[in-house]
């Protein structure tokens, strides 16, 4: 079978790096990728646009598509191939609006009774501004549109949140903003393929948003997960399934949306019940990184599945392990990161991953090609081995003015969860 992966960041390495232990691929693709996949698949230039990568994939007989981030799917790649008769992964465009557009997404929600934090949404600047005067507790302000997982101001004061509004509403791509209750709890990432109906959920995750420790600095894409995080009890879990998956799910279906792919569910566990903080829908980034190196199953078996409508036969093989990742940033990320840093890796092995993403290669130097540069994996059979691995790759890597954030999975591990 012929491959392609669509995508050029560390999820995609590790999707490609996946998909290259199926002995069922003959040929694999990624498009436009980095140097990092360049070990595993062969790299296709190409503009990113659904009608440019269709036909990529036309000429290079590809068999199935599988799309890493998310504006393609918002802009309806997989409508596209689907019309050529290309299998792909991932949802149609009107599903992928669970995503795109923040305020359907809440709507959609409150349609379906799923739990979630109060909110209200706007087009209009004034609007937003005037609701602002009528709450006592600053909101958490949320881009409506795709914003790379960067478009969300948890503001600690009125005035934070009255910049972030003003700030959506000077960029015409933002699509307006969602003014939200902010919610108290412990963040959890759960992702699931599904192929509308069944759901077949893969490791837990847990993944850091914030730039620095603590939980502090700006808002990122992302500096680092954990997998699997044990952080929902028995009950939890029978909360979430009954209340959010399987009305998510029902929601899905009774609005015929098209939807064969992962659906990622971001979770917040309050005091007051689990509820659901927003979907994205496809593969997670920085959470794919240490899942994706835990499953034991082939990914082309479980898309395979996905698209026969034979997820609720197949189980999935999971490896005894704990995945612990670190991602480096750029200097000056998220704001203005800096390129062109030369980069030095560390040697990996079966128990260390070094997944690339904003990485170019230049007379032969890996360079860094700003934002989050690389990740860092490591798999060992507990979270304090994974943890002390994966910082020790990371203090060997050699990336002058990286930034990293040095508590991840430190609380869980404390905690004892």
């Known amino acids: 079978m012929n491959v392609l992966v669509i995508g050029s960041g560390a999820r995609e390495h590790a999707l ?13 693709f990624a498009s436009p990728g980095n140097p990092g996949m360049s070990e595993y698949a062969e790299l296709l230039a190409s503009a990113q646009d659904p009608a440019s ?10 068999d199935l598509v599988v799309i890493g981030p998310e504006q393609p799917l918002v802009d309806g ?10 299998r792909a992964f991932g949802p149609h465009r009107a599903a992928a609006a669970l995503e795109g557009s923040k305020r359907f997404a809440k709507q959609f929600m409150l349609r379906h009774g799923i739990p979630t934090a109060r909110a209200e949404a706007f087009t209009d600047e004034a609007a937003a501004l005037d609701f602002l005067q009528t709450v006592a507790d600053p909101p958490v302000v949320k881009r409506s549109g795709l914003a790379a997982g960067k478009g969300v101001t948890v503001a600690d004061s009125l005035s934070e949140a009255e910049e972030a509004v003003r700030a959506a509403f000077r960029d015409p791509s933002s699509g307006g903003v969602v003014l939200e209750e902010r919610l108290q709890g412990r963040e959890l990432s759960l992702l699931g393929v599904t192929d509308g109906t069944a759901w077949l959920p893969l490791k837990l995750a847990q993944d850091y948003k914030y730039l620095s420790d603590g939980d502090t600095g700006p808002m990122t894409g992302g500096m680092g997960a954990v997998a699997p995080a044990e952080l929902l009890d028995d009950e939890q879990l029978r909360e979430v399934n009954a209340e959010i998956v399987s009305r998510t799910l029902a929601g899905i279906r009774a609005e015929g949306l098209a939807f064969t792919g992962v659906l990622f569910i971001g979770l917040m566990v309050t005091p007051t019940g689990v509820k659901v903080l927003e979907y994205n829908v496809r593969l997670g980034d920085p959470e794919t990184q240490v899942v994706l190196p835990l499953l034991e199953t082939d990914l082309l078996d479980v898309i395979d599945a996905a698209h026969d ?3 609720s036969r197949l189980q999935l093989s999971w490896k005894p392990l704990v995945a612990a990742g670190v991602v480096l940033a750029a ?9 062109g840093v030369p980069l030095q890796l560390p040697a990996g092995d079966d128990g260390l991953l070094v997944f690339q993403a904003g990485t170019e290669l230049s007379g032969g130097q890996l360079l860094s090609r700003g934002g989050r540069v690389l990740s860092v994996v490591a798999l060992a059979p507990d979270l304090e081995a994974a943890r002390d691995r994966a910082y ?7 990336f002058a003015g990286a930034q990293w954030r040095s508590d991840i999975g430190l609380q869980q591990l404390l905690s004892g969860a």
């Open 77 to 86: 790649l997989v409508d596209s191939l689907t019309a050529a008769g290309i």
């Open 16 to 28: 490609v790096w996946k998909l290259a232990r199926s002995p069922r691929v003959s040929r694999l």
């Open 53 to 62: 990568l269709t036909a990529l994939a036309l000429r290079h007989a590809i």
């Open 392 to 398: 020790e790759a990371v203090r060997q890597t050699g």
């Open 309 to 311: 409508g034979t997820l």
């Open 331 to 339: 200097p000056g990320y998220p704001g203005s990161p800096q390129r």
